[in-house]
């Protein structure tokens, strides 16, 4: 027998901003307990360690002088993943730890140029496929080789180099090719023993100038009047503050010294920080007009006349060195857990480590004056952690805290009826003797029967069978028990629907009282 549209529901609808509430409390408390699991393994513990582990608050300078990339990784600058321990991408950066160099300024400075020699990308080199057909036939220049796949070192480097080896016809032997080659059409000659390589670079301008500043990879060349410095080192100790001092004028020589950073004013002056390394030079010495990198290299690296016998201005690194070999890690821990790709960018800022005539990176790093300490950290700010760590702590504990409480509150106030329906009781009216409890309550006399019940009214309580109008007795299967589809009788045997619908809204908005029995027995 197919079920009537208007039958009500078994079990009436929910309120559903009850079952919202109890939900949103549920989730609530369920995250604020999965964050802090993590957070005590993100923030808690990382937190605890900084506190504890003795890192001087002021930074020092700290210069790359290693890096390495090795398959056995037993630790790394940087790992992606603080759970769990750093696999293939493993940087090991280790740097020389010293003190601040002296911050400078260059006056009524003309003539400034700025020539840069970067270090090529080796990517960038031009291949050739010598096993695709003629591919090599017409190859000139150095050439580093692997199974016949060559790459041209001489577009970018002049090369220092005399050809030793075996020649090799690059279009008959081509996988011979293994290793570095000075090549003339089709034939490569072997490059046995080591040879350097310098880069193309621009030349550097030395026609009337007395300062050279080398910044990164770049040389600023300047004829300036004078320079006055703004601190004054004290070897390993901290260097003070102190007035514009002048140290140098141009008729002491030409100046050569490294800095971190330079930046050039509106009104002829240069400024510059973390100098150090400072030597002067006769005026004569620089090849005029021009000298390529490779000579500047050299001329610096020979000098030996110091601006500041003293080493108070310009001091050399050795005087201001405090560790000259520490692991640089980027955090105390070693690891990031953002997933975001810090680690290549850490390398990148962190991994330029000077060599083939590059500039070592310069940061600056904090340290521990314990020698036993291995590691020192490009990353260390107690405040930050201090700030992370009440944030961290405060939040998901209020959420749990509020949660619980709400759980609770709703646990009192919401009754659950004889019908299953969820119902808000007012706070100290617990008077439903009406409807379910008084035995001096009215009772309806509508008696309802049903289409599809199974049970047996008339059996249960031993009464004769109905008989209708008509003299025949009532089909049981459509007597009184079910929830289902309830038909109320006249006391003429007449059938008609009861329509008891009402306004669920306005029963969510005012304490429901539970509806009275559907099945009157």
């Known amino acids: 027998m197919a079920r009537r549209k208007d039958k009500p529901r078994l079990i009436p609808e929910q309120d559903?901003?009850?079952c919202r509430a109890i939900c949103l409390c549920q989730l609530t408390m369920v995250l604020s307990c999965v964050s802090i699991v993590y957070l005590s393994v993100a923030i808690y513990s990382p937190s605890l360690k900084a506190f504890k582990s003795g890192f001087e608050l002021d930074p020092v300078m700290c210069q790359t002088v290693d890096?390495?990339?090795?398959?056995?990784?037993?630790?790394?600058s940087c790992g992606e993943w603080c759970l769990t321990r750093t696999s293939g991408f493993c940087p090991q950066i280790h740097?020389?730890?010293?003190?601040?160099?002296?911050?400078?300024?260059?006056?009524?400075?003309?003539?400034?140029?700025?020539?840069?020699?970067?270090?090529?990308?080796?990517?960038?080199?031009?291949?050739?496929n010598c096993n695709n057909g003629t591919v090599?036939?017409?190859?000139?220049?150095?050439?580093?080789?692997?199974?016949?796949?060559?790459?041209?070192?001489?577009?970018?480097?002049?090369?220092?180099?005399k050809p030793d080896g075996p020649t090799i016809n690059s279009a008959k032997d081509n996988t011979k090719l293994n290793g570095?080659?000075?090549?003339?059409?089709?034939?490569?000659?072997?490059?046995?023993?080591?040879?350097?390589?310098?880069?193309?670079?621009?030349?550097?301008?030395?026609?009337n100038v007395n300062t050279l500043i080398m910044h990164e990879d770049n040389v600023i060349a300047a004829d300036c009047e004078n320079a006055v410095a703004f601190n004054e080192a004290r070897g390993k100790e901290h260097g003070v503050r102190i007035e514009p001092t002048e140290f140098w004028k141009e008729d002491d020589g030409n100046l050569l010294t490294n800095c971190a950073t330079v930046t050039r004013e509106s009104d002829n002056?240069?400024?510059?920080?973390?100098?150090?390394?400072?030597?002067?030079?006769?005026?004569?010495?620089?090849?005029?007009?021009?000298?390529?990198?490779?000579?500047?290299?050299?001329?610096?690296?020979?000098?030996?006349?110091?601006?500041?016998?003293?080493?108070?201005?310009?001091?050399?690194?050795?005087?201001?060195?405090?560790?000259?070999?520490?692991?640089?890690?980027?955090?105390?821990?070693?690891?990031?857990?953002?997933?975001?790709?810090?680690?290549?960018?850490?390398?990148?800022?962190?991994?330029?480590?000077?060599?083939?005539?590059?500039?070592?990176?310069?940061?600056?790093?904090?340290?521990?004056?314990?020698?036993?300490?291995e590691f020192v950290v490009a990353r260390y700010d107690l405040d930050k952690v201090y700030r992370e760590l009440l944030v961290s702590l405060i939040v998901p504990i209020v959420?749990?805290?509020?949660?619980?409480?709400?759980?609770?509150?709703?646990?009192?106030?919401?009754?659950?009826?004889?019908?299953?329906?969820?119902?808000?009781?007012?706070?100290?009216?617990?008077?439903?003797?009406?409807?379910?409890?008084?035995?001096?309550?009215?009772?309806?006399?509508?008696?309802?029967?049903?289409?599809?019940?199974?049970?047996d009214l008339e059996q249960q309580s031993g009464l004769d069978p109905v008989v209708t109008e008509q003299g025949h007795?009532?089909?049981?299967?459509?007597?009184?028990?079910?929830?289902?589809?309830?038909?109320?009788m006249s006391p003429t045997g007449e059938q008609h629907f009861v329509a008891d619908d009402q306004d669920q809204d306005e029963k969510a908005v005012k304490c429901d009282v539970p509806e009275k029995p559907l099945v009157i027995l």
């Open 16 to 18: 559903k901003r009850i």
């Open 67 to 76: 890096r390495q990339m090795p398959n056995n990784c037993p630790w790394a």
């Open 95 to 128: 740097s020389v730890v010293r003190r601040n160099g002296t911050d400078i300024q260059l006056n009524n400075c003309t003539r400034v140029t700025n020539t840069s020699c970067a270090m090529v990308d080796l990517s960038r080199l031009n291949k050739f």
């Open 136 to 161: 090599c036939n017409n190859i000139r220049g150095v050439f580093n080789c692997s199974n016949g796949h060559c790459k041209n070192m001489s577009e970018f480097f002049l090369c220092h180099h």
């Open 180 to 207: 570095f080659f000075e090549c003339h059409g089709v034939h490569c000659t072997k490059i046995r023993r080591p040879f350097s390589c310098d880069r193309y670079c621009s030349r550097i301008t030395t026609a």
């Open 269 to 373: 002056r240069i400024t510059a920080t973390d100098c150090l390394n400072g030597t002067l030079l006769e005026h004569e010495t620089l090849p005029a007009p021009f000298m390529n990198f490779t000579q500047f290299w050299a001329i610096y690296e020979n000098s030996t006349r110091s601006v500041d016998p003293e080493q108070k201005f310009l001091p050399n690194q050795a005087n201001l060195t405090i560790y000259s070999w520490k692991k640089l890690f980027i955090n105390l821990e070693g690891c990031v857990n953002t997933l975001r790709g810090e680690c290549k960018d850490f390398v990148a800022r962190y991994g330029n480590d000077g060599d083939n005539n590059t500039a070592q990176s310069r940061y600056q790093c904090y340290y521990n004056k314990d020698a036993n300490v």
């Open 399 to 455: 959420l749990f805290v509020i949660s619980s409480i709400s759980l609770c509150v709703i646990t009192k106030s919401v009754k659950v009826g004889d019908d299953a329906k969820m119902r808000c009781v007012c706070a100290g009216d617990e008077s439903d003797d009406d409807v379910f409890g008084n035995a001096n309550a009215k009772q309806p006399d509508n008696i309802y029967d049903t289409d599809d019940d199974v049970v």
């Open 473 to 488: 007795p009532l089909d049981t299967h459509e007597m009184v028990g079910s929830t289902k589809s309830l038909i109320p």
